[in-house]
């Protein structure tokens, strides 16, 4: 009986283990291109501002609007699961084209990415502080001694502004208060919802989203704090695409907004439009982050 037993605990305690590893990613590709077409497949990769789900809900009407506009190309969709994952990709030049922040922006363009278009107004590219209504938090000088929640230590609205604004505003984040990255921007809030953390950094995009996903929970919710806006996200091509392709999916971003579709479209990723914008344009992001590692940490944790 007492072999029995034991091996009983045995099987429950693996099955127990079995059931917290984690799968192998497998990236989450779709297509609309018949089988044995002779049309080259090109893969978009957005980072993970949404968990994988909610982001192909989200990017999967725009890649098909870019297929009907780019019949030359058969492009696909994939996500990621975190923001070091898609950093992975990037590096080492998986992704045909990327929809990164500005900061991965600054690193994928190292690795031979340009920037064909910004994602959405600048104004929008800022970083937000979510807080319990009750939580009793005014002042950023409350947070001394409590969890703070971020999705990733790399996300620049989400992370390294709403850090630089703390600063600014008379906080150590490396000693005052507890970082805790999430790994995704609804995590970050749902963290402060179920008072994980006191407050959560994310941006307006999913904030906006969230508020419309989850009315009940984002009732008790409100923002407290912004910070000023800086750029918002790109578009990026890997500089071995052919030209026609990347100048035919940089057109049809930055006409989007002109039909009934892209309107909707745009909507849905709580997006205006597309702009025209260079490797350049993020010049100013480069300045930024030189400052806030000086004064503050480095972006990437060693």
């Known amino acids: 009986m007492r072999r029995i037993t034991s091996l009983c605990f ?67 969709l994939e996500t990621s699961r975190d923001y070091q994952s898609f950093e992975k990709k990037f590096r080492s030049r998986e992704a045909d084209f990327l929809m990164p922040n500005p900061w991965q922006t600054l690193e994928a363009n190292k690795v031979g990415y340009h920037v064909i278009s910004m994602w959405g107004d600048a104004a929008d590219f800022k970083g937000i502080f979510i807080v319990r209504k009750d939580s009793g938090i005014k002042v950023p000088a409350d947070l001394k001694g409590k969890v703070v929640s971020y999705p990733s230590h790399t996300a620049l609205a989400a992370a390294i502004m709403p850090q630089y604004f703390l600063f600014k505003n008379g906080i150590d984040i490396n000693k005052d208060i507890q970082n805790n990255y999430v790994g995704s921007q609804e995590s970050s809030i749902m963290n402060v919802y179920l008072g994980q ?106």
């Open 197 to 302: 953390s006191v407050a959560g950094a994310t941006w307006p995009p999913p904030w906006r989203l969230f508020q419309k996903d989850h009315p009940s929970e984002a009732a008790q919710l409100k923002m407290i704090w912004e910070t000023p806006p800086l750029i918002n996200n790109s578009v990026m091509v890997r500089d071995d695409l052919p030209e026609g392709i990347r100048e035919s999916v940089r057109q049809a971003l930055l006409n989007l907004h002109l039909t009934q579709e892209g309107k909707k479209i745009l909507a849905g990723m709580e997006t205006a439009r597309f702009y025209s914008a260079d490797d350049a344009s993020y010049n100013i992001v480069q300045e930024y982050i030189t400052r806030f590692e000086k004064e503050v940490r480095p972006v990437e944790r060693k």
């Open 10 to 76: 045995l099987l429950v305690a693996f099955a127990l283990a079995a059931c917290d590893q984690q799968p192998a990613e497998k990236p989450m590709q779709y297509s609309h291109a018949p089988i044995g077409t002779q049309i080259p497949v090109y893969h978009l990769v957005p980072h993970p501002l949404y968990n994988p789900k909610k982001l192909s809900e989200t990017i999967q009407p725009l890649v098909d609007y870019l297929n009907k506009q780019v019949p030359a190309a058969n492009i696909q």
